[in-house]
T-cell receptor, first 113, second 116 residues
Framework: KQEVTQIPAALSVPEGENLVLNCSFTDSAIYNLQWFRQDPGKGLTSLLLIQSSQREQTSGRLNASLDKSSGRSTLYIAASQPGDSATYLCAVRPASNDYKLSFGAGTTVTVRA | SAVISQKPSRDICQRGTSLTIQCQVDSQVTMMFWYRQQPGQSLTLIATANQGSEATYESGFVIDKFPISRPNLTFSTLTVSNMSPEDSSIYLC?????????????FGSGTRLTVV
């Protein structure tokens, strides 16, 4: 059974600092991995999708890397802003014909002005 | 990717009552998913809803407690029945990604349920 872990559980940084969020998974046989943002009490907003064959994916200030062999993904957020304060979740999809995602518990980020 | 409209966004309900949550998608999708997120926890899949068939429930979830309807390819409802304070959670719907590998999962905006 796939287990997804996100460390740290919470992170507080001053504005302008770069953020590094970690996601690890136990079974390296994945189809893809997706990073989400969740604001308090709200739904999930997709940030980046990285396929199993990719090493990284970028969108604006966000960059996600994937190392399947070691079971790790890292989300980098450059030059953090107070608006980046949220919980960030990673989710792993096991196979193209398996739609069940395995979620990490998330990292709650606070960016201090 | 699909756009999902979920409502209500939040509700406060009395114990013993039921609440129905709706999700409307702007395109036809075969599979819709319902998740629960208990306070401070990550997402747990409740069931998968396919149009024209009974929903498939995950271990620990039963149809009597969480009946699901899927009348067409763009709409689904989840009912939380005979609620207790332990049902206080965020409930989210999601849809399968398009067949293209470019898109990931899309989620609704969530329903924040408080049972008193």
């Amino acid at each position: 059974k796939q287990e997804v872990t996100q460390i740290p559980a919470a992170l507080s940084v001053p504005e302008g600092e770069n953020l590094v969020l970690n996601c690890s998974f136990t079974d390296s046989a994945i189809y893809n991995l997706q990073w989400f943002r969740q604001d308090p009490g709200k739904g999930l907003t997709s940030l980046l999708l990285i396929q199993s064959s990719q090493r990284e994916q970028t969108s604006g200030r966000l960059n996600a890397s994937l190392d399947k062999s070691s079971g790790r993904s890292t989300l980098y957020i450059a030059a953090s802003q107070p608006g980046d304060s949220a919980t960030y979740l990673c989710a792993v999809r096991p196979a193209s014909n398996d739609y069940k995602l395995s979620f990490g518990a998330g990292t709650t980020v606070t960016v201090r002005a | 990717s699909a756009v999902i409209s979920q409502k209500p966004s939040r509700d406060i309900c009395q114990r013993g009552t039921s609440l129905t949550i709706q999700c409307q998608v702007d395109s036809q999708v075969t599979m819709m998913f319902w998740y629960r997120q208990q306070p401070g926890q990550s997402l747990t899949l409740i069931a998968t809803a396919n149009q024209g068939s009974e929903a498939t429930y995950e271990s620990g979830f039963v149809i009597d407690k969480f009946p699901i309807s899927r009348p067409n390819l763009t709409f689904s409802t989840l009912t939380v029945s005979n609620m207790s304070p332990e049902d206080s959670s965020i409930y989210l719907c999601s849809v399968e990604p398009p067949s293209s590998r470019t898109y990931g999962y899309t989620f609704g905006s969530g329903t924040r349920l408080t049972v008193v």
